[in-house]
């Protein structure tokens, strides 16, 4: 009990000290009042007072003020709901995210590992690290297909590894002397923008075109861009457009990206819109950032599609998501790895309250275990569920399962069984076999639903249909059914 009020007496003492701050016009304590307000660390939740400091941190360009209040008013929490004012606050951080991706090199990985009881199967870095260093050893001995996967994460800085273009370009060459084409294309890249190596525009054209000799998508992408920009040719955009149209059809979506500016801008004759659409969508659907960000413009401008704030909004937030504050997913991932429930805790809810989906999710499994913050269970328990309405909310499955659970047994909320059939066959609507079975075992029993084997059989059945994974569960319930029905 002492070690809880201590904890609880430093978050007041830390909040005091951002107050002091923010009062005299500090923009990054007004961040952090403003978000300490909105989760409740170390003072009473008070959305309005939490929206009023976000509002001074927004102005002065702090982002995760910026991400708080898009996200709040995306969703009508505190302030008018208003998809104008979620677009302006959203737009400042896609487009630093756009900067970002529009230099050299792929842009950078952040990991966002989900708790869960299955965390550990799902994703263990441990394990995964052991990969790795399986996959380096390997490259090291000479297996061409090890150096290009371990050249492929050093040029991305994933999987663990830090982004080291050097470290890149040393197993590329190594996998290319062996004639792997996917290595000699990335070698193209990596002499055509200097990465890892001084810039030579002849030794990458000489690298695409080994690749493009075999149809490589990336090689080709790197001919075209290279004939577009007249970088060791001659410019010709008619050539650029074609190279560009193979290594599409092949699956590139940078490929996609530059045919839809070339459409906007109509550099082969009257501007096409339409065709310009097609090719930001598909290179969206790759998660290409850039593209998306354009997608989001077409929708809120009424480019050659009708106008759409909600998709325009959607596909904001997405790229807004993607910059270097979504770290704060990995250092409470860190945190949760060390056993430090506390700073896991934490750096969670900051995700949480800037509209990250995971950190939501994340946040509501450490405080239904009551994990990291002391707490009684009950408020621990209407936190995680708090959360979890957040996380359904952006489309997570399982949260929308939790909440269920907690209306069936009176856990965090009043009991109330109604509202769990409804959420379940919400659920069920969503593909989700654990809601199906649920709904299956309450018709058997006759808990909230009325009692019919028939229809119990028929979720059961579909439980199995939908995930066949649930053939053990579903087999053992529908032996139990035999014997009701007898």
């Known amino acids: 009990m002492a070690n809880k009020a201590g904890n609880n007496q430093e978050l007041q003492a830390a909040f005091s000290l951002f107050m002091k701050a923010a009062e005299v016009g500090h923009s990054q304590a007004q961040e952090e009042v403003g978000l ?41 929490i505190g302030v008018p709901k208003s998809c104008q004012a979620a677009v302006l606050y959203y737009s400042a951080p896609a487009e630093q995210v756009v900067q970002r991706a529009r230099q ?51 040029n991305a800085g994933s999987r663990g590894m830090d982004q080291d273009f050097k470290q890149a370009l040393h197993y590329f060459t190594q996998a290319a002397a062996s004639g792997d084409v996917d290595a000699t294309a990335h070698l193209g890249h990596l002499y055509a923008n200097g990465l890892g190596v001084e810039p ?8 695409f075109r080994k690749g493009a000799e075999k149809s ?31 290594a599409a059809d092949r699956g590139s979506s940078d490929s996609h990206f530059h ?5 906007v801008s109509g ?26 960000y354009n997608l989001a413009l077409m929708h809120l401008t009424g480019l050659g599609i009708p106008v759409s704030c909600s998709n325009a909004l959607s596909l904001l937030k997405s790229v807004a998501e993607r910059g270097r504050w979504a770290r704060v997913l990995h250092t409470a991932h860190d945190a949760y790895l060390q056993s430090d429930m506390e700073s896991a805790l934490k750096n969670y809810l900051r995700a949480a309250e800037i509209g990250l989906e995971v950190g939501q999710s994340n946040a509501a499994y450490l405080l239904e275990r009551r994990e990291g913050l002391p707490d009684t269970v009950q408020r621990s328990l209407a936190s995680a569920m708090h959360y979890h ?7 997570n499955v399982n949260s929308l399962l939790r909440i269920g659970d907690a209306h069936y047994y009176g856990r965090g909320t009043m009991q109330d069984l109604n509202k769990s059939v409804a959420i ?3 659920a069920t609507q969503l593909r989700s076999a654990q809601a199906m079975f649920n709904l299956g075992l309450m018709h058997e029993h006759g808990w909230g639903l009325a009692k019919d084997l028939h229809l119990a059989k028929r979720f059961y059945d579909m439980a199995h249909t939908t995930h066949p994974d649930a053939l053990v569960p579903v087999t053992l319930a529908k032996w139990k059914l035999q014997v009701h029905m007898w």
């Open 36 to 76: 300490r307000l909105l989760s409740g660390l170390g003072v009473k939740v008070d959305v309005a007072r939490a929206v009023l400091y976000l509002y001074f941190a927004a102005n002065a360009n702090q982002t995760l003020a910026q991400l708080a209040l898009g996200y709040l008013h995306m969703n009508g």
């Open 104 to 154: 050299p090199g792929p842009f950078p990985v952040i990991e966002r590992a989900r708790l869960g009881a299955d965390h550990d199967a799902r994703y263990n870095p441990g394990k995964e690290q052991e990969m790795v260093q399986y996959f380096q050893y390997s490259a090291d001995m000479g297996n061409a297909d090890a150096q290009t996967a371990i050249g492929q994460l050093f």
């Open 200 to 207: 030579n525009n002849e030794t990458a054209l000489e690298f």
């Open 216 to 246: 490589h998508a990336h090689a080709l992408y790197g001919l075209g861009y290279m004939y577009l920009a007249g970088a060791g040719v001659e410019k010709n955009v008619k050539k650029a457009m074609q190279y560009f149209a193979q």
């Open 259 to 263: 045919l839809a500016v070339m459409y």
């Open 267 to 292: 550099v082969m004759g009257k501007p096409d819109y339409a065709r310009a659409f097609q090719h930001f969508s598909s290179a969206s659907h790759a998660g290409h950032l850039v593209a998306i």
């Open 389 to 395: 309405r957040r996380a359904a909310d952006q489309g």
């Open 424 to 426: 379940y066959r919400q």
